[in-house]
């Protein structure tokens, strides 16, 4: 049987391969634009899919897209400091909107 200390120090220890849904990953990557960029950012860039560790952003503009795309790395580092694991490994611009199945 197991005690209340046990199940409090499990879950006290950072869980490595824990899964996290879209939105959530959505909210952290905004989150991380909007620290760099303030709400102007947050507004030009939509989130549109995460598959396979890369997450599909449309931005508003040419201006926006070179500015992810400088950025790329930075984007991924600060969003996964947050998320407290590797979830993001890419970060593709598309234009093209992808059905919710």
Request: proline letters at 3%; a neutral charge.
């Given at each position: 049987m197991r005690n209340l200390e046990d199940l409090l120090n499990q879950k006290r220890k950072p869980q490595k391969n824990k899964e996290l849904?879209?939105?959530?990953?959505?909210f952290v990557f905004l989150k991380v634009i909007q620290e760099l960029y303030g709400t102007r950012g947050e507004e030009s860039l939509r989130p549109l899919r995460v598959h396979e560790k890369k997450i599909y952003v449309r931005p508003e503009s040419s201006l926006w897209a070179?500015?992810?795309?400088?950025?790329?790395?930075?984007?991924?580092?600060?969003?996964?400091?947050?998320?407290?694991?590797?979830?993001?490994?890419?970060?593709?611009l598309t234009q093209r909107d992808f059905e919710k199945s």
């Amino acid at each position: 049987m197991r005690n209340l200390e046990d199940l409090l120090n499990q879950k006290r220890k950072p869980q490595k391969n824990k899964e996290l849904d879209e939105k959530t990953i959505f909210f952290v990557f905004l989150k991380v634009i909007q620290e760099l960029y303030g709400t102007r950012g947050e507004e030009s860039l939509r989130p549109l899919r995460v598959h396979e560790k890369k997450i599909y952003v449309r931005p508003e503009s040419s201006l926006w897209a070179n500015e992810i795309y400088l950025q790329k790395e930075k984007l991924l580092k600060n969003t996964n400091l947050l998320l407290e694991g590797e979830y993001l490994e890419d970060i593709i611009l598309t234009q093209r909107d992808f059905e919710k199945s």
